[in-house]
């Protein structure tokens, strides 16, 4: 997971708190995106942003806020935390060259 | 939406043998095919991915096909070795934005 990092790694947050995770990349990237697992269900795209300023929906937006601040952050923002949110959250950074997905941060909502 | 299926979700082979690992994709426009191994508690890494504009890609024992009319593409690893034990994922999306749809991933334990 070179060059990808998230936090936290671990969180639990009742149903209706709200928290932020954070991703930086150092590889100079355009392209970032935020990804869920699930278990049996593979990876889905919450958001994504082409660049600085900019984000899109992905297939699965709904309960979620993104914020691109500047080419190296991008961060994903759950402002009312429900129990169907409870999944591994992975950042991506990708250009035509190479990407890089972050460790993931595993989030609990009870 | 693109919609990608895998199979099989579980793959059991000895060491030394060969396993294989299919896609299909449902968007004509999917143009970026790229598979993923996951080790336990770790991001997907990409291993090897393929363009549409060729049919094979080879990569020491790791080889991918891709069949663009058929709408499939299929990961091929050789000489199978217990650090190939993981989860692989399959994806497909376009080089205009590499938005990628996964497969619902392949589990394969290489048999001592």
């Known amino acids: 997971n070179a060059g990808v990092t998230q936090t936290p790694k671990f969180q639990v947050l009742k149903t209706g708190q709200s928290m932020t995770l954070q991703c930086a990349q150092d590889m100079n990237h355009n392209s970032m995106y935020w990804y869920r697992q699930d278990p049996g269900m593979g990876l889905r795209l919450i958001y994504y942003?082409?660049?600085?300023?900019?984000?899109d929906k992905g297939e699965v937006p709904n309960g979620y806020n993104v914020s691109r601040l500047n080419k190296r952050e991008f961060s994903l923002r759950l402002e009312s935390a429900a129990p169907s949110q409870t999944s591994v959250y992975f950042c991506a950074s990708i250009s035509a060259i190479e990407q890089y997905f972050g460790p993931g941060t595993r989030l609990t909502v009870t | 939406g693109e919609n990608v299926e895998q199979h099989p979700s579980t793959l059991s082979v000895q060491e030394g043998d060969s396993a294989v690992i299919k896609c299909t994709y449902s968007?004509?426009?999917?143009?970026?095919f790229p598979w993923y191994k996951q080790e336990l508690g770790k991001g997907p890494q990409l291993i090897i991915d393929?363009?549409?504009?060729?049919g094979e890609k080879k990569d020491q024992r790791i080889a991918v096909t891709l069949n663009k009319t058929a709408k499939h593409f299929s990961l091929h690893i050789t000489e199978t070795q217990p650090e190939d034990s993981a989860v692989y994922f399959c994806?497909?999306?376009?080089?205009?934005?590499?938005?990628?749809?996964f497969g619902a991933g392949t589990t394969v334990t290489v048999r001592a």
């Open positions: 994806a497909a999306g376009s080089t205009n934005d590499y938005k990628l749809s």
């Open positions: 393929i363009r549409s504009n060729v």
């Open positions: 968007d004509s426009a999917s143009n970026y």
């Open positions: 942003s082409a660049s600085e300023g900019t984000t």
